[in-house]
């Protein structure tokens, strides 16, 4: 089972931040939080990890708490091409190559 | 440079019979993994293969297996189908299974029906 928890839904206004919360409360010391979307019909895409420092990419900022038990993924100006299902997945780096995915969350951006 | 590519795209079997996929990975990655998605289950994790050995393994019946090449193309194959095996199975590629940076690079999946 996923040990993440997120909203089912969100709705974001486009050029607005989008703001995808994600709890996490039982992460383990080396786990990860990753970030990956799936655009309707294609493959999941890499969006941004960390580990416990906020990090920030040409995509999203990645803002976790300072007791690791929640994170939030900031897309700084949503656009219409960022409407798709957001999943927050913890993973270990020895535990490669195996994701698992929870329900995520679907972000409807409008115009 | 050439992403995962996966073939076939889409694939229509009946129940019982068997079918094999294939997956071509980024050039240079040597981390294979395998997804099935389905509107009931979500994306749920498969296996995983580096240099052609099994390192990962979810909770799959053992119908579903797999196989990396010298290569690092990978196959999985489904063995007497069932209804329930209709989804789409999605790879991945990444370039290396240690360390911390382990971003996965998806392919497009292929489609399987199965009636």
């Known amino acids: 089972d996923a040990k993440t928890t997120q909203p089912p839904s969100m709705d974001c206004a486009e050029g607005r931040a989008a703001n995808l919360p994600c709890n996490h409360s039982t992460i383990s010391g080396n786990e990860y939080v990753y970030w990956y979307r799936q655009i309707h019909s294609q493959g999941p895409q890499y969006i941004i990890h960390?580990?416990?420092n906020n990090e920030t990419n040409e995509m999203a900022s990645l803002i976790i708490t300072e007791d690791r038990k929640s994170s939030t993924l900031i897309l700084p100006h949503a656009t219409l091409r960022d409407t798709a299902v957001y999943y927050c997945?913890?993973?270990?780096?020895?535990?490669?190559?195996?994701?698992?995915f929870g329900q995520g969350t679907t972000l409807q951006v409008k115009p | 440079k050439a992403g995962v590519t996966q073939t076939p795209r889409y694939l229509i079997k009946t129940r019982g019979q068997q079918v094999t996929l294939s997956c071509s990975p980024i050039s240079g990655h040597r981390s294979v993994s395998w997804y099935q998605q389905t509107p009931g289950q979500g994306l749920q994790f498969l296996f995983e293969y580096f240099s052609e050995t099994q390192r990962n393994k979810g909770n799959f019946p053992g119908r579903f297996s797999g196989r990396q090449f010298s290569n690092s193309r990978s196959e999985m194959n489904v063995s007497t189908l069932e209804l329930g095996d209709s989804a789409l199975y999605l790879c991945?590629?990444?370039?290396?299974?240690?360390?911390?940076?382990?971003?996965?690079?998806f392919g497009p999946g292929t489609r399987l029906t199965v009636l």
């Open positions: 997945i913890l993973s270990s780096s020895g535990n490669t190559g195996k994701l698992i």
């Open positions: 960390g580990l416990k």
């Open positions: 991945a590629s990444s370039l290396s299974p240690a360390g911390e940076y382990r971003e996965q690079f």
